[in-house]
């Protein structure tokens, strides 16, 4: 299985979302939220698909930076 890997844009407003629900691939770091892993298992894939859904400014993408 591959999956798609995920990045965070400039448009972040570090609301933390992301890292509730997906602590394992994003954390808050400064101002900003970065991927701190890629997505390996389905699980944390799904867990990337909430977050993107839930991310209120959409920062969340999938794809190279």
């Not at 509730?20 to 994003?26: G, K, P, V």
């Amino acid at each position: 299985i591959v999956f798609v890997m995920v990045y965070v844009n400039e448009h972040c407003i570090w609301c933390g979302i992301c890292e509730s629900i997906a602590w394992s691939i994003f954390k808050i770091e400064g101002w900003v939220s970065h991927v701190i892993k890629q997505p390996e298992i389905q699980e944390e894939k799904e867990k990337v698909q909430e977050a993107i859904s839930s991310c209120p400014v959409s920062a969340i993408k999938e794809g190279q930076e």
